[in-house]
């Protein structure tokens, strides 16, 4: 596998907007480290170029563009499911383990050595007690100078982080890879009529309080094509509404 690093800030795209209330300074290369992160995981799983405009507007467009907060957790596993990938939550024993096997994981990181509030990141690697990552945020300088985080060249994005740091500092990890059989990709949800009803009700409910926009969730539900990742998320997003 042929690794791909994407600068947020990369000239090409650092002003395109990335928003969903026209605030100018609401950009890609302020705020879509998350979709910035799974362009790197997908260029590099799938060995084609998906660019960070793509899949910041693919956020935009199903919803996961938060006010004010980033890239909300779901979009992760759309993403994927999307791209043909397979995405999992897991600890850091399981993100270790699945780089290990050839995955990718994205971590949400908390204040720390990679941000002051919160930041993604992907993991590329592991040995020896230490974590190879690519960060989007490319001259990031939170790093500090405890030895913790080995920046190699500077501000190439590429750095190596102690296991330490990401144990302590991550908060989630989302593992991606590409399917190794047919059926391992997502399978859609066999629910009774029942079942289907009551997930209707709160998806209508969660359209008319606004805290999802996107309409095709319905369509998938009448239609009995949600998958389980996606019921996953919507299950997520009850439970926190």
Same mark, same amino acid.
């Given at each position: 596998?042929?690794?791909? /690093? ?5 000239p090409?795209?650092r ?8 605030d100018?300074s609401q *950009?890609?290369g ?10 790197m995981a997908?260029?590099s799983? $799938? ?7 793509e899949t910041?507007a /693919?956020?935009v467009?199903? +919803? /996961? ?13 759309? @993403?994927?499911?999307?791209y ?18 050839? @995955?990718?994981? #994205?971590?949400s990181?908390?204040s720390?050595?990679?941000?002051? +509030?919160?930041?993604y990141? %992907? ?7 230490w974590i190879?990552?690519y960060d ?6 939170? /790093?500090? #100078?405890? +030895? $913790?985080i080995?920046q190699g060249?500077?501000d190439?994005?590429?750095?190596r ?8 500092e991550?908060g989630?990890f989302w ?5 190794? *059989? ?8 066999q ?6 009803? #009551?997930?209707?009700s709160n998806?209508?409910? %969660?359209?008319?309080n606004? *805290? ?10 009448k ?7 996606? $019921?996953?998320? $919507? ?7």
């Open positions: 596998m042929n690794l791909v /690093y994407y600068n947020q800030e990369d090409r795209w002003n395109v907007p990335y928003t969903i209330r026209g100018k *950009t890609i302020t705020s879509a480290c998350g979709p910035t992160s799974f362009a997908a260029s799983l $799938l060995g084609r170029s998906i660019l960070p405009t910041a /693919y956020a467009a199903h +919803g /996961y563009r938060t006010d004010n907060n980033g890239t909300a957790w779901g979009f992760f596993a759309d @993403a994927a499911e999307h043909g990938l397979t995405c999992r939550t897991g600890n850091f024993a399981a993100a270790k383990q699945a780089l290990a096997g050839g @995955a990718l994981v #994205v971590a990181m908390r720390g050595h990679f941000t002051s +509030g919160g930041h990141i %992907l993991l590329v690697g592991a040995g020896d007690g190879d990552v989007p945020n490319k001259d990031n300088r939170k /790093y500090g #100078v405890d +030895g $913790l080995d060249a500077k190439d994005g590429k750095v982080s102690r296991e330490s740091v990401i144990q302590r991550a989630q593992i991606i890879s590409k399917p190794d *059989t047919a059926e391992e990709a997502d399978e859609v949800l629910l009774s009529n029942y079942q289907w009803g #009551v997930l209707e998806v209508k409910q %969660l359209l008319v606004k *805290t999802i926009t996107d309409e095709s969730w319905l369509t998938k539900i239609e009995r094509t949600l998958t389980t990742s996606e $019921l996953a998320w $919507l299950t997520f997003v009850v439970a926190m509404r």
